[in-house]
């Protein structure tokens, strides 16, 4: 939801919505830029242009060979955004058996060999002839095949490095899954991830500055997907009551937006539970609704009045693992927990990790 103000989308496969991100305008006017700089020539400019909508147009078939390939096992895309430095397809979890993520993960990179494959074929049966020299020229109308045909090789190519969390780096963490637990796959594969980023951001410096927000994006993509997983591999097996904090402020619909301010400057809770008079949950409120509820309404404003979140109800028994993936694909970040239609506790997705720490694990 919050990238739909960012990116536009622009058609929809399978119901899975294909977006650009604004920025992807960057790499346009850049393309452009360069072209016209070294040639004057706005034909050339053109086929510059055309191109990079070309290769955009196969990084987004690559996206969807991994959406595809996930579905095939009941595992679904909520979107694929383009950014100038790539696509991202965000599915809605990893599969978790390492063969499922082999496949997934080989299929993008795939669908990149298939379309060179077949535009080298169609140049090979065609009667013009075509020089290996002229894929490094500038792009033009002769050579905008061949050239399509080999940046699709490169990115198979490059999209194969073992770069976690790039598609060789889930290769990498596939066959290491397969040898020893996947927690520590994932780590050894995060270290050559995030070795090879490094490499890239220097590297960067030297040539491509693209490079660089390549490098940055698999160094911190690398070390949240390990925290993922590490965090899911804690929360395996337990139930909500293990994590459930029973000493928490409650909020009614009379108070207003001052009073939460002042709840949350004197106290340490930043996400709170409003309950009706009968003590059943109506909505929740966070330090972060708050703010965009004071940037609309006044102080005085009773919270009844506000536009607050529903609250997701879980009992004591519910699988905790699962608890944390409903309120983080919803993004909530607490929720009422309920025993018998009677309020017995809440969870905060942020202290879920700690409360685990503190409390004995009740088996
Ligand atoms: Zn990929």
Redesign the pocket.
């Known amino acids: 939801m919050k990238l739909s103000s960012s990116s536009l989308e622009i058609m929809s496969v399978k119901g899975i919505p294909i977006r650009v991100h604004w920025s992807f305008l960057l790499i346009i006017g850049y393309v452009a830029y360069v072209n016209y700089k070294l040639s004057q020539d706005p034909s050339q400019v053109m086929w510059a242009v055309l191109f990079i909508l070309a290769l955009f147009f196969c990084v987004t078939l ?1 996206e969807l060979g ?1 959406a595809l390939a996930a579905l095939r096992y009941g595992i679904r895309t909520k979107s694929i955004t383009l950014y100038p430095i790539g696509g991202v397809a965000m599915l809605e979890r990893m599969p978790e058996k390492p063969v499922q993520e082999l496949v997934v993960a080989l299929a ?2 795939a669908v990149n060999v298939l379309i060179a494959g077949l535009v080298l074929l169609g140049l090979a049966l065609s009667p013009e002839v075509y020089y290996l020299e002229e894929i490094a020229l500038a792009v033009n109308s002769h050579n905008f095949l061949l050239n399509l045909a080999f940046v699709n090789v490169f990115l198979a190519l490059f ?1 194969l490095l073992p770069a976690f969390p790039m ?1 060789g780096g889930r290769v990498l963490r596939a066959v290491l899954a397969s040898l020893i637990p996947r927690v520590q796959a994932t780590r050894l594969a995060m270290w050559v991830g995030q070795a090879m980023a490094i490499l890239f951001i220097f590297w960067g410096f030297k040539t491509n500055p693209f490079l660089i927000f390549i490098g940055l994006f698999i160094f911190f993509g690398a070390a949240q997907e390990f925290q993922m997983v590490q965090q899911s591999h804690i929360l395996v097996n337990r139930r909500v009551a293990d994590a459930m904090m029973t000493r928490f402020t409650l909020l009614n619909p009379q108070h207003t937006l001052q009073d939460v301010v002042d709840i949350i400057l004197k106290g340490q809770e930043k996400e709170f539970v409003v309950v009706d008079d009968g003590g059943m949950p109506q909505s929740i409120i966070t330090r972060d609704l708050l703010v965009k509820a004071l940037a609309q309404h006044d102080r005085g404003t009773p919270l009844a009045a506000c536009d607050c979140p529903k609250p997701v109800f879980f009992s004591p028994e519910s699988d905790l693992n699962e608890a944390f993936r409903i309120l983080q694909s919803e993004g909530l970040s607490i929720a009422p927990v309920m025993d018998n239609q009677k309020l017995v506790g809440v969870i905060n997705t942020e202290n879920i990790l700690e409360a685990l720490l503190l409390k004995p694990s009740a088996s």
Do not use: V, Y
């Open positions: 690559h991994h993008g990179p999209n598609d």
